[in-house]
């Protein structure tokens, strides 16, 4: 079992930026993969970023390419999500998650990620 809890997350204006952190406990290994994911009111959860944790190799979603950062300190069992110049449309609820599977590219699909956080919000105002 993996345990997972997100923080970091608030209101900002557009412009902004927030750090979100994930905090993983119980069996965490090596060679997963990291991930996170947005869901917004109505919308399906979407995928944002993710890292495999073995090599560091990271993925994001072209929505926040070039504006989020996602990073580890593995000592802390850490993953965190930098967010930068966000926008209106970045409001929703993140989530972290880990895929135990070995995989080239990380996957963007929700239902191949094992264990989930329980989210915080990040609401951006205009």
């Known amino acids: 079992q993996v345990q997972l809890i997100e923080s970091g997350g608030g209101l900002v204006q557009a412009g902004g930026s927030l750090r979100l952190s994930c905090v993983a406990s119980?069996?965490?290994?090596?060679?997963?993969?990291m991930g996170w994911f947005r869901q917004a009111p109505g919308k399906e959860r979407e995928f944002v970023a993710a890292?495999?944790?073995?090599?560091?190799?990271?993925f994001y979603a072209d929505s926040v390419k070039g504006r989020f950062t996602i990073s580890r300190d593995n000592a802390k069992n850490t993953v965190y999500l930098q967010m930068n110049s966000l926008k209106p449309e970045d409001t929703a609820i993140y989530y972290c998650?880990?895929?135990?599977?070995?995989?080239?590219?990380?996957?963007?699909?929700?239902?191949?990620?094992?264990?989930w956080g329980q989210g915080t919000q990040v609401t951006v105002s205009s």
């Open positions: 998650a880990v895929d135990r599977s070995i995989r080239a590219i990380p996957a963007r699909v929700p239902s191949l990620y094992e264990y």
């Open positions: 119980g069996r965490t290994f090596s060679s997963y993969i």
């Open positions: 890292m495999r944790r073995s090599d560091s190799f990271t």
